[in-house]
């Protein structure tokens, strides 16, 4: 997955936290809440030309946290074995 793709939403930073120890991933989180509409609002802005490329999209980008995993790799490989059971046991409701 691309970096720019990869956001995390800073109003719940546990959870982001939590996500992370369990895929073992370190992230950044944007200093724009709305990443959605703005995503929106730059492909609008790239199909008419208002941005000549992604480049100057990404200049307005701005991190305002890093999360980082802080578990040790024994506990993040417990979590995701928890967390893989839990999607296996949740694939039956549907």
């Known amino acids: 997955m ?3 793709a990869r956001t995390v939403d800073r109003r719940h930073p546990t959870g982001a ?3 992370f120890d369990v ?3 370190s ?3 944007p200093k724009t809440l709305e990443t959605t509409a703005l995503g929106a609002a ?6 008419v030309g208002y941005w000549k490329d992604d480049s100057e999209l990404r200049a307005n980008w701005q991190v305002d946290r ?3 995993p802080a578990q040790d790799r024994a506990r993040m490989a417990e ?3 928890a967390w893989d059971k ?3 046991r949740s694939k039956a409701w549907a």
């Not at 730059?42 to 199909?47: D, E, F, V």
């Open 79 to 81: 979590m995701r074995d």
């Open 17 to 19: 936290e939590c996500t």
């Open 86 to 88: 839990a999607v296996a």
């Open 42 to 47: 730059y492909l609008a802005g790239l199909a």
């Open 66 to 68: 890093r999360f980082e």
């Open 2 to 4: 691309a970096p720019i």
């Open 27 to 29: 992230e950044r989180g």
């Open 23 to 25: 895929i073992a991933l």
